[in-house]
């Protein structure tokens, strides 16, 4: 016998379009007839499995905070079948030797695809350029995400060596000269509660040199985790002008403003949750198509790392397991966004 379940009346998600019908899960080929079960499928959809962009498996180096083994299995509890690795890792993949590494981990212990990214400049030091010819064929592309490239020089060195690997830059844009100790951001709550602030320009202003060196280079660019109004409209510029640039903000910035911060380490990411008008900008973007991806942004830390306030708790939040349900149910089911 041909064993399976048939899923009835299901919604099925195809190329944009939602359509009701019925769908097979064989063990072999099945027909109705020998199905081993029929499900009433009606109040669910199916869809692809998700792909992100932009996650933290924190291996090698920082297995306290998570593993590959465990990271993989949150991604696919909430149907993420695809992640790309960011590099703030213990080696930095700056070398064919350090990436082999962790290909070697993923190898053994991941249950969903990883791509791992390979670091733009050797241990993310912002210094001397990593050996991204020898990581290119292994790369998904390349990134210091954690930190800003801080030198111009530097970078426009990165876009000219991944232009000639055909490979793109995903950039964390954010200016050091401008944090000024700051941890959330630099709105109405950091002012009413003796909080230090990370303004806005921090991220915009980085954003903007980059696109300037992609128009100059030709680089593919990818912006990572935009929250501000600023980095929306400098993208929507920069695509109406024909930059290659394609971005990414998370669901948090999607979802919360610092309106409703409080003293929890829960509430703590860089880049920070940003004002009201900041994510409304951001809605915007995502519904006008300036926003490419809505990557999660996954940073786990241990309890004790998100357990000592707003000023001392470590920036990162998680997110593969709750990005669609909540996206879902907060922004397609208010009919905010579309499902398509």
Request: net charge negative.
């Amino acid at each position: 016998m041909k064993l399976g379940i048939i899923l009835k009346g299901i919604q099925i998600y195809h190329s944009g379009v939602l359509t009701r019908g019925d769908f097979a899960l064989p063990f072999g080929n099945i027909s109705p007839d020998n199905a081993v079960n029929t499900v009433d499928a009606s109040d669910f959809v199916l869809l692809p499995g998700f792909a992100d962009v932009h996650v933290h498996l924190r291996e090698p180096g920082f297995s306290y905070k998570e593993t590959i083994a465990s990271g993989t299995r949150a991604a696919a509890h909430g149907g993420y079948t695809a992640v790309c690795a960011m590099p703030n890792l213990n080696p930095v993949p700056d070398s064919l030797a350090a990436l082999q590494q962790e290909l070697a981990i993923i190898g053994r212990d991941a249950v969903v695809r990883v791509l791992p990214y390979g670091a733009i400049t050797m241990g993310e030091k912002g210094d001397a350029l990593a050996d991204m010819a020898a990581m290119a064929p292994y790369a998904v592309a390349f990134s210091d995400d954690g930190r800003g490239v801080q030198s111009e020089a530097v970078m426009r060195s990165a876009m000219r060596e991944a232009m000639r690997l055909g490979k793109l830059i995903a950039a964390h844009c954010e200016d050091n000269a401008l944090l000024n100790g700051g941890y959330i951001h630099a709105g109405a709550y950091a002012r009413a509660h003796g909080h230090r602030g990370i303004c806005s320009e921090s991220e915009w202003g980085q954003l903007k040199r980059d696109l300037e060196l992609a128009r100059e280079t030709g680089c593919g660019y990818h912006a990572c985790h935009i929250s501000t109004k600023e980095s929306v409209a400098l993208l929507r510029r920069a695509k109406a002008e024909g930059i290659d640039v394609t971005c990414e903000t998370a669901p948090h910035y999607l979802l919360l403003d610092d309106s409703q911060l409080c003293e929890d380490g829960r509430f703590k990411m860089n880049p920070p949750l940003r004002d009201k008008a900041d994510r409304e900008a951001l809605l915007e973007g995502l519904s006008d198509g300036t926003i490419d991806i809505i990557a999660t942004d996954h940073a786990p830390h241990s309890i004790e790392e998100k357990n000592r306030g707003l000023e001392k708790s470590a920036m990162g939040i998680v997110g593969l397991e709750t990005a669609f349900p909540l996206l879902y149910t907060y922004l397609v089911e208010t009919n905010i966004i579309s499902f398509s």
